[in-house]
């Protein structure tokens, strides 16, 4: 019904930034809410940042606040994620979700019907 792509994904260098995309295809009217979260091995899958469809809520993770930055473009059913300053912590498979469209989102996955493959990336020198 919904189908969600990532990409953007790879090796970067400890400080280095890398932007991720994510795009919805499908029933694209079912969904509005869009979550970024991200599984380390050996550990739980943790948000990382939400958007709203209408870009007016906008959160963060603690670990990511200041450093990441998600944005949506509705025209191209693209939600991206820009990464900054990453560090050795960051290496993780990182997942887009979409779910209802509600006035705001959160960090958990209950809040996602829908779910992208995930894109790994490598933060290592």
């Known amino acids: 019904q919904v189908q969600l792509v990532e990409s953007g994904g790879g090796l970067v260098q400890p400080g280095g930034s890398v932007r991720l995309s994510c795009t919805v295809s499908?029933?694209?009217?079912?969904?509005?809410?869009v979550g970024w979260l991200r599984q380390a091995p050996g550990r739980e899958r943790e948000g990382v940042s939400c958007i709203t469809y209408s870009s007016s809520r906008r959160y963060y993770a603690d670990a990511v606040k200041g450093r990441f930055t998600i944005s949506r473009d509705n025209a191209k059913n693209t939600v991206y994620l820009q990464l900054n300053s990453l560090k050795a912590e960051d290496t993780a498979v990182y997942y887009c979700?979409?779910?209802?469209?509600?006035?705001?989102?959160?960090?958990?996955?209950?809040?996602?019907?829908?779910w992208g493959q995930g894109t790994q990336v490598t933060v290592s020198s």
């Open positions: 499908g029933f694209t009217s079912v969904y509005g809410i």
């Open positions: 979700a979409a779910g209802r469209n509600r006035p705001t989102c959160g960090l958990g996955p209950m809040d996602y019907n829908y």
